[in-house]
């Protein structure tokens, strides 16, 4: 879904844009919400599984996404457009930092030891 929203955005964003229209997108990370009956509420161990996978260390809350939301609505980021902005505390940067350090751990015979 992720993928097409990007294309979709960038797509209407070259389009509009002759029109002095901006189209940026939002695509929000695990959030907490009422979701599948209020799993979150009956599952609190996995907020912490969650929340150990993101940069920020923890869940999104609504108001995150309606921040970023807000922000690209606003004046200050009338210069962007065809963004596609991903609201989730940074969870892929975790997972570049952690295959960063994979690659950099050797042995002392210089085998890579694979930790992912």
Known sequence: ???GLTTLTSYMAKEFSRRGIRVNSVAPGATR?????DAYDRYPEAIKQ?????????????DDVGDAIAALLSDDFRWETGQHIEASGGPGCL?????KEARS?????????TTL
Do not use: H, N, P, V
């Open 95 to 99: 997972q570049r930092a952690d295959a």
């Open 33 to 37: 919400a009422r979701i599948g009956d």
């Open 1 to 3: 879904m992720k993928g």
């Open 105 to 113: 751990l050797k042995s002392s015979r210089g085998d890579l030891l």
């Open 50 to 62: 969650i929340a150990g996978m993101t940069a920020l260390g923890r869940l999104c809350e609504a």
